[in-house]
């Protein structure tokens, strides 16, 4: 995988505690999944409940894509669907900075913190062809060019669920419960806590979803102001791989 930038390296995070990747602290991946990341054996092991239904749905994924090499649309042609799925996950471990800050936007956190618990940040991508003349070299600069914003918005969650495929809904749904439930016990004890949210990730020409939990090591005064042009500023710095 091409390294993180700093920024990025220090918002990926356990998925337990959320303590973030450093010098001192390396995230290990959870050996089913290879996606949720964690700081310790301890932290996995309390986490295991919460991310049991999203572990299984990542292995069904990962199975089912490794089973249908070619990919429906011609603009991936050179890629399998295993190819691409490693570069979707390099790609958001790239944009995590990015994510959470426009994710702290979309969701209007500063003005209504209750939306972390209730909505969810969509956002579609699409596959950027010019950015590779065959499978991606594993270089920072060309991970962040592989895709585009096709679009994204804030929507409830009880109103994109229909339109998940059903194997998808669990994970999705048990994951959204935990971090809700996370936020909640931060924000009981500071009250003035950001919390955590999640962005769903779409690559169109293949319907890859993701999901991505978004953490803001934040207190709610040290917000940004809203910018209401956050889509904009989301799409130009994909546009120019900018992470943050």
């Excluded at 949720?36 to 199975?63: I, L, V």
């Excluded at 590779?132 to 669920?161: G, N």
């Amino acid at each position: 995988m091409p390294p993180l930038a700093p920024v990025a390296q220090h918002l990926k995070q356990c998925q337990n505690c959320f303590k973030s990747e450093s010098d001192e602290t390396h995230l290990q991946c959870c050996s089913y999944c290879k996606r949720a990341h964690y700081c310790s054996k301890e932290c996995q092991k309390a986490d295991w409940k919460a991310h049991k239904a999203q572990c299984s749905q990542n292995r069904e994924t990962r199975k089912a894509m490794k089973a249908a090499p070619e990919l429906p649309s011609t603009a991936l042609k050179e890629f399998s669907n295993a190819a691409l799925e490693v570069l979707t996950k390099n790609w958001v471990q790239q944009y995590r900075p990015l994510l959470s800050i426009t994710a702290l936007h979309a969701l209007e956190l500063k003005r209504t913190p209750a939306r972390s618990l209730t909505h969810i940040l969509v956002v579609y991508l699409s596959f950027a062809q010019k950015a590779f003349a065959s499978a991606p070299p594993p270089d920072s600069e060309t991970v962040r060019r592989a895709f585009t914003l096709a679009d994204a918005h804030v929507t409830l969650l009880a109103d994109i669920l229909p339109d998940i495929s059903s194997h998808l809904r669990p994970g999705l749904q048990s994951t959204f419960d935990a971090i809700a439930r996370r936020t909640l016990t931060l924000r009981a004890a500071d009250p003035g806590a950001v919390g955590f949210a999640l962005a769903l990730l779409v690559v169109r020409e293949c319907s890859l979803v993701r999901l991505v939990p978004l953490g803001a090591d934040m207190h709610h005064k040290e917000l940004p102001t809203w910018d209401p042009a956050w889509k904009e500023t989301f799409a130009k710095c994909i546009e120019r791989g900018n992470v943050f």
